[in-house]
């Protein structure tokens, strides 16, 4: 139909002409409310958004002479990134001698594998960049066990408890009133 036809029906159905498919021969327009639909959009897009989960990337350093207590350390850390559904990427640092030994970095890059099986798995095997040997481990595909902040509690009072004391019985029955602007003066022709 021709256009003019076309918003003529629009005006009478107090609706929007939308141009729904430019390119096609003839254009493809539809009657609709357009404020309606930009807002439909607009909430799909908010929903999808919330939907999609961010994958970190978090780094721990190590040294191939690492004393044990501290590899614990770094893999109760590496645990509880895997647990916030966070990637590792895991880097050993050689210096010096330590370079002509790159079998050593590996052997503790697959015992930290091992040791987190359970949380994750690896992604990328260890490979030596210069003087770096890197690892990256994944978490494995489940919900994510963020942390949520609590809420304090608000005390329940028992079915035997009396009136609520006096300060909290005023608080709950006297309306704060907020004072008026004061009015602008009026302006004077000088």
Known sequence: MSITEALRLAQEADLDLVEVAPTARPPVCKLM?????????????????KNQTQTIVKEIKLRPKIDPHDYGTKKGHVERFLKAGDKVKVTIMFRGREQSRPELGFRLLQKLADDVTELGF??????????????????HRRAPERKVEAKPARPVPSPRSEAPAPAEADAAETPVETPAPAPAPAPTDA
């Open 33 to 49: 409310d357009y404020g309606k639909f930009k807002y439909e959009t607009a909430l799909k897009a908010r929903e999808s958004r």
């Open 122 to 139: 690896v992604e990328s095997q260890p490979k030596q960049d210069g003087r770096n040997m890197i690892m990256v481990i994944g978490p």
